[in-house]
């Protein structure tokens, strides 16, 4: 019989790691010798999360980090509670530290950036994500973290086209720059990445609402990237897609409001396979039709995850076209494409590893075929929030239910004919 006395040290670890910071400092120690020398193991504090226990206060994690200074990934998002000071304390202690999460923490300043520069001299990851206060002067003082590989600055709006073209051209090893939500960011940008970095980056996300498509075509230069966001694309046309078939290593593509796309642009996106391809995201285009989903899906047959959602040009025919060569898909969101009907009588003989369908809606789509396809796959999660003209109850439980494994899509319908048989 296995008891907790009979795992073994490396399970017991593992065990630990879903426990809170609090209780591997003040409760889990006191069990036993065993278990206060396994609270103590490097593995156990390699990773601090602070995000979800807001019960450890600033205090304890001084203490924490006083105890525990191996700590290699420290992620303090929305922590607004700590202050400056003692962060700075923990950096100065954290000499290990490779990643840090500071995202939507208002304390984020030069200062503190200079602080991380000067103790944390092995950092690989900075996450600022929506940190108010990260502005260009930051970007300068970063130069000096020479190891730093992953930057993220998305929704940093005080930053300029200046802080960018510094920080690219003075950090050797960087090779992800996510600044999605950066409004005033232009062409020049691009050019300086493209320039300093053409041969290391593999990661970017940018917001287009300033870029063109001379900006964007030059994106074709980046012949190693593998993970490209723009999001705001109004502004871009059929010429800037149309160079993206020279990324051939390109894993993730995500462009938002692509308005003004149309059917041209994403055939010659497209004409060449792409065979490392695995997420797509295209969403809020009307120019997305069923031809181009034809080519989309000829041109990468190994996609896992396709996200269409508000495209609502695309048929049943263009999506079962597209279904019959992407037999790996995973993950399929199809929120508010209005036309899609009976496609989902196809999915189980065409895509029959699919864990995830967003049908949400999509009013056409027939409760009768979910149900017959949730039989027919059973780890199918559906997101599914149609009224089915349920009695307040049943309704109020439907809604619930935003994304329906089989067994609960079968109580709501279960729910449905009682109420229909009363």
Not at 368 to 375: D, F, H, I, Q, Y
Not at 377 to 387: C, K, M, S
Request: hydrophobic content about 40%; overall charge neutral; charged content about 20%.
């Amino acid at each position: 019989m296995v008891t907790v006395r009979t795992l073994s040290d490396e399970l017991l670890v593992k065990v630990f790691g879903y426990l809170s910071p609090a209780e591997l400092v003040d409760q889990t120690p006191l069990v036993c010798k065993r278990w206060r020398d396994l609270c103590n193991d490097t593995k156990v504090w390699s990773t601090l999360d602070l995000h979800h226990h807001h019960q450890v206060s600033e205090s304890m994690l001084r203490r924490i980090v006083w105890l525990h200074c191996s700590t290699r990934k420290l992620i303090l998002r929305y922590r607004s509670d700590i202050s400056s000071r003692s962060m700075i304390w923990c950096f100065f202690h954290l000499k290990n530290l490779r990643a840090l999460d500071l995202s939507h923490c208002p304390q984020v300043n030069s200062r503190l950036v200079s602080a991380i520069v000067q103790f944390c001299k092995k950092l690989r990851n900075l996450n600022v994500n929506g940190c108010t206060g990260f502005d260009n002067e930051c970007l300068l003082i970063l130069t000096g973290c020479r190891k730093l590989r992953h930057l993220n600055f998305s929704e940093c709006e005080t930053v300029t086209d200046f802080g960018v073209n510094a920080m690219t051209s003075f950090l050797p090893k960087l090779n992800s720059v996510l600044c999605d939500g950066v409004l005033s960011l232009h062409d020049e940008v691009i050019e300086t990445i493209v320039t300093k970095k053409c041969d290391t980056i593999t990661d970017l996300q940018l917001d287009g609402g300033n870029l063109t498509d001379e900006g964007v075509e030059m994106l074709a230069e980046l012949l190693y990237l593998r993970r490209l966001r723009i999001q705001y694309c109004d502004n871009l046309t059929d010429n800037a897609i149309q160079s993206f078939h020279c990324l051939r290593y390109l894993e993730e593509l995500s462009l938002t409001r692509a308005h003004s796309f149309s059917t041209t642009g994403f055939v010659g996106a497209f004409a060449r396979p792409h065979h490392f391809m695995r997420i797509l995201e295209i969403t809020e285009c009307s120019g997305l039709d069923d031809v181009s989903l034809t080519a989309i899906g000829r041109s990468c047959p190994n996609l896992t995850e396709l996200n269409i959602s508000w495209c609502r040009n695309v048929t049943d025919d263009g999506l079962i076209c597209f279904m019959e060569r992407v037999p790996h898909l995973q993950v399929l969101k199809l929120q508010s494409v209005h036309q899609l009907c009976d496609f989902v009588l196809h999915i189980s003989l065409y895509t029959p590893s699919l864990i995830h369908l967003n049908v949400i809606s999509c009013s056409l789509i027939k409760e009768e075929e979910l149900l017959a396809v949730s039989a027919q796959l059973p780890d199918l999660e559906i997101a599914y929030n149609r009224d089915l003209g349920c009695s307040p109850k049943t309704t109020k439980m439907l809604r619930y239910f935003d994304v329906m494994s089989p067994r609960q899509f079968a109580m709501t319908n279960r729910l449905h004919r009682m109420s229909g048989a009363a």
